[in-house]
């Protein structure tokens, strides 16, 4: 191997992310589904790291799941975006930062075809001035929020209390990586690693001790295709993408999916019960799912949080069979209450996959 | 699939709206697709390799095929592009992007699609397809829930009814929304900044107001008035059409081992 070929490659699909100071905007579905990972996101970044991330009462969503479901137009959903980008304009903000891929991908469409198409940027321009009375600045660096995890994996390496390691083996945990297809398959430069050596999540499994599995599927899109989930007649295509990546990463024995992508853990994750529940098979040991976790709850458990804490208690697939893997303590008793402690039940067992 | 919205009640009678098919876009097709900037963007030169049609997640499911649908844009036949319109076809793409990282000629037929998909809208030949009437539960869920709350999903719309993949977790979320979001540190409908706070009004007025100003309410009430005629049509009211719609799924039709 020519190592010096392979570093002017690898040079293409590298990305300098500024340090600090960034305008952070919101998933619709990460809050709605995981808003644990926020909230561990922002206290990472802000508490952990010493960061400033920025965040306005006044943003909104990007619009992407509309636009990818068809029901705006491409100059609404650019609109929309470019009112984000005065908000962060006018709140002294260069660097802009999103919790979703599906943002990250609609913010580089936007800013690639506006530079493309001068003429379009002016229109929209012009709307956002009528609609809203602002002007905006395009933002210096834009960054999904994976991408700073990654800049910062060493620190918090550095700062872990556990490992992606098995506590009675030492071995490496083996771990499925899942990037989301809004990433870097449309805009490949703008991801870390590209669309070819996607390198986001992997960096993060290296620095926490894990080992990263290669397996047939692995780039295969986790099935949500917007309309073929959103439609309940539609949702063949979702289940069956998602089972076909189950079924090619089941004989590499996965002990932990990481995604990139807010909706991407709420497929693989909730398909696998309904796939139990239907078929009677499990893809975890013992009638357990493999758990498919957020990237912001993967770090989050490595520095020590407390699993309830970061909201692992919201996926249907056990978390405990991991936890015990990685030697952490935790109280089972405290999985399903509220502030204080408060009752709120527990969940309903399903018949063939176990949920604690 | 979300809960009865409102907002929208009002527009069901808007008569102001063509349901039928506009003739100004008859003949005239290839030439309203040009004006999309995804066409610009994602077809400039297809040498027919078929990479998209390998590559993609919904090829292998449906009778789809992107390589031919790239083929039908580059013919300009009036006809062809007309019946792709109408047909349920279109309507197959995830829109995972996946066929453009690996086009040889820096094509993207997921935004063809998207261009695609549009103008079957304006025309309202999407009407014509089981998967293009989609649209109205597609259009009525997403634009009222950015309106109503500013983002696309908003989780007291979220039923488990309509959800029940979402499994006993998400059923014992359901049942336990404020508590448990309370104790995952979300701003619930609060004020201030934090996950799902209420969006103050001044930001769902400036939504609304792009939304008028570049065309996406025009768009809602044309999708939501055909609908409303077809329900009609089918001696339906606009629920249970909405149900049918939801619901409906003659796979036989659309999967290959149908």
């Known amino acids: ?356 | 699939m979300f809960s009865n919205i409102p907002f929208f009640k009002k527009n069901n009678d808007n008569k102001n709206v063509s349901h039928s098919t506009e003739d100004k876009y008859k003949g005239h097709l290839y030439e309203r697709l040009q004006e999309d900037y995804r066409i610009k963007e994602g077809l400039k030169a297809c040498m027919n390799c078929g990479v998209c049609t390998a590559v993609c997640p919904a090829a292998e499911f449906y009778k789809y095929n992107p390589k031919n649908i790239v083929n039908i844009v580059q013919r300009k036949d009036e006809d062809e592009l007309e019946q792709l319109l109408k047909s349920d076809t279109i309507w197959y793409c995830g829109e995972c992007m996946s066929c453009v990282t690996r086009c040889p000629r820096a094509n993207a037929p997921g935004l063809v699609i998207m261009a695609l998909r549009k103008l079957s809208m304006q025309t309202g030949y999407y009407m014509e397809s089981e998967k293009g009437r989609q649209q109205y539960v597609l259009v009525k869920d997403l634009c009222s829930n950015i309106l109503n709350h500013g983002y696309c999903v908003y989780p007291r719309n979220f039923g488990y009814e309509e959800h029940k993949e979402y499994g006993t977790v998400g059923k014992w979320i359901n049942e336990n929304l404020d508590d448990v979001h309370q104790r995952m540190g979300s701003n619930l409908d609060g004020d201030g900044p934090g996950g799902l706070r209420k969006i103050p009004q001044e930001s769902l007025d400036q939504l609304k107001k792009i939304f008028d100003i570049t065309g996406a309410t025009e768009l809602m009430n044309k999708v939501i008035n055909d609908a409303h005629l077809q329900a009609k049509k089918e001696n339906l009211s606009d629920e249970d059409y909405f149900k049918k719609v939801y619901t409906t799924n003659n796979s036989s039709k659309h999967l290959n081992n149908g």
């Not at chain 1, 293409?12 to 926020?38: A, L, M, N, T, W």
């Not at chain 1, 990818?68 to 304009?89: G, K, V």
């Not at chain 1, 499925?176 to 999540?201: N, R, T």
């Open chain 1, 1 to 356: 191997m020519i190592v010096e070929g392979k570093q002017k490659i690898w040079a293409d699909y590298q990305k300098d992310i500024p340090d600090d100071h960034y305008f952070y905007v919101r998933s619709c579905i990460r809050q709605s589904f995981f808003p644990g990972s926020e909230v561990t996101f922002l206290d990472i970044t802000r508490n952990k790291l010493g960061k400033d991330f920025y965040e306005s009462a006044y943003h909104t969503t990007c619009g992407g799941i509309a636009y990818h479901s068809d029901s705006i137009p491409q100059e609404t959903a650019m609109t929309i975006i470019a009112r984000q980008f005065a908000l962060m304009h006018e709140s002294g903000y260069e660097n802009y930062v999103c919790s979703c891929i599906t943002s990250f991908g609609c913010y580089t469409e936007t800013l690639e075809t506006w530079h493309e198409f001068p003429e379009l940027e002016a229109k929209i321009r012009q709307y956002l001035w009528d609609s809203c009375k602002k002007e905006f600045a395009k933002p210096k660096y834009l960054a999904h929020a994976s991408d700073i995890i990654y800049k910062f994996r060493h620190e918090i390496a550095r700062q872990a209390k556990y490992k992606l390691i098995n506590a009675k083996t030492g071995e490496p945990l083996k771990v499925v990586e899942h990037i989301g297809c809004h990433y870097s398959k449309m805009f490949p430069s703008k991801g870390f690693g590209g669309a070819e050596y996607p390198h986001v999540l992997v960096g993060m499994v290296e620095a926490w001790g894990g080992e990263v599995i290669d397996y047939p599927e692995r780039r295969q899109c986790c099935g949500f295709g917007f309309r073929q989930y959103l439609i309940q007649a539609n949702r063949g295509y979702s289940i069956s993408n998602t089972h076909k990546k189950f079924e090619s990463m089941e004989p590499y024995e996965p002990d932990l999916i990481i995604t990139n992508c807010p909706g991407c853990p709420y497929f693989l994750d909730r398909w696998q019960y309904v796939i139990a529940e239907q078929t009677g098979k499990t893809y975890g040991k013992n009638g357990y799912g493999i758990p498919a976790l957020t990237y912001e709850e993967v770090a989050g458990l490595v520095m020590g949080y407390n699993p309830w804490d970061l909201g692992l208690q919201m996926h249907q697939v056990a978390i405990e069979p991991l936890l015990d893997k990685m030697g952490i303590e935790y109280d089972p008793k405290a999985k399903y209450k509220g502030i204080n402690g408060k009752d709120l039940g527990t969940p309903i067992n399903p018949i063939n996959i176990k949920l604690q």
